[in-house]
Every structure is written in C-alpha cells, then in structure tokens.
T-cell receptor
C-alpha cells in the first residue's frame, strides 16, 4: 500500500542544523517532495528530488534519498526562527496519478 | 506571482446544509486538487481534476462531489454536511506534463459543521 511516515515533532536551537526524516513505501515513486506549511497558510513547495538521485542541495536545504531503504531526509542548515513550520514529505504515485503526503513534522526553532 | 484563492477562510455550517467551497487559480494549470487536513493525519486527497469537466476520486470521496466547468475554477460540494466533515480544506493546482507534484496551494478554508 501507499504510506508515508514522518516523526511528528522536532525542536532545535537557532543556528543548529535540523534533519527531518521520512520513509515511504511505494518503490515506483518517480519524485519525492518536501513542502512547508507556515501557521495559517497553505503548503508551499520547498524542493523535490528525482528518484534516480541521491542528493540535492539548494542553498540551506539538502535532500538525501536512500532508495534502497525508501528513506528521505531534509536537512536545514543554520536553522532560523522563520523556519518554524510544519514540513510534509510526499511521494508521487504513478498509479492513480497523485501525491501521498506524510502527517507532517512540526519544527520548532528556539532562539 | 502564482495564486490560488479560496472563497472563504472560515465557514460555519449546520448539519445537513449543502456547502460549496470554491477555488480559483490564475496559472492556467491543468490539474486541480481538493484535500482535507486533519491533525495527525496529514493531507488526504478528496478529488482531483486533470482537465475541464474531468474528475477523479481520491482517497476519501465519500460525502463530497466536485465540479470543474472552467479551467481556472474547481468547486468542492458537501451535499449534506456532517460534523465529521469539520476540517481544514485545501485546494491546490499544478501544471500538466508530468509536473503533477509541483502543487501550489491556497490558504485553506476552515469549515466547522455544528
């Protein structure tokens, strides 16, 4: 079946690195995504990685993909208070032509 | 700047009422989606549409219907609202051509059914 799992909560100090982890089940996923949701807002696409890549870096964001273990992570370097939000991992499902989202990880950044 | 708008931020309805949630996108996107978001459950897909007048059921379509008469507009209809439909409803759109996952979201409608 299709399932995406994430830890529910992460707390870090300002300036530290944050690592948010995600596991997925569908091996046919072509793309995997990270979305951010700030309070009172909809989701915003942060970054995505194609399934034949191991790593993608975009400024303070690094995405690591371990396809063998079906494990995806998002590292935020030099975490700022403005990074406090809910982060959603999502996988694209070819069958059904849709995204499956995890439950979201609440990131709290302490100053 | 890309924009997805939803007709209401907050809505309170009574059990049994018919409820319309409207979503409009200005990006000429082929795909449009309706999700509901509940704490601890993440986003669950209700319906999506990949073209005008086309619709596909998502994971939880029961109790909902949709309409897409124009490319920019996707409506979610609760035929007879029930208390278990109290939730945050999010609309999204994305381009076609294999870019389904690049979704742009509206701000959400928080619906309370009493």
């Amino acid at each position: 079946g299709e399932d995406v799992e994430q830890s529910l909560f992460l707390s870090v100090r300002e300036g530290d690195s944050s690592v948010i982890n995600c596991t997925y089940t569908d091996s046919s996923s072509t793309y995997l995504y990270w979305y951010k949701q700030e309070p009172g807002a909809g989701l915003q696409l942060l970054t995505y990685i194609f399934s034949n890549m191991d790593m993608k870096q975009d400024q303070r964001l690094t995405v690591l993909l371990n396809k063998k273990d079906k494990h995806l992570s998002l590292r935020i370097a030099d975490t700022q208070t403005g990074d406090s939000a809910i982060y959603f991992c999502a996988e694209s499902i070819l069958r059904g032509n849709k995204l499956v989202f995890g439950a979201g990880t609440i990131l709290r950044v302490k100053s | 700047d890309v924009k997805v708008t939803q007709s209401s931020r907050y809505l309170v309805k009574r059990t049994g009422e018919k409820v319309f949630l409207e979503c409009v996108q200005d990006m000429d996107h082929e795909n449009m989606f309706w999700y509901r978001q509940d704490p601890g459950l993440g986003l669950r897909l209700i319906y999506f549409s990949y073209d005008v007048k086309m619709k596909e059921k998502g994971d939880i379509p029961e109790g909902y219907s949709v309409s897409r008469e124009k490319k920019e507009r996707f409506s979610l209809i609760l035929e007879s609202a029930s208390t278990n439909q109290t939730s945050m409803y999010l609309c999204a759109s994305s381009p076609g051509g294999g870019r389904l996952g690049e979704q742009y979201f509206g701000p959400g409608t928080r619906l309370t059914v009493t």
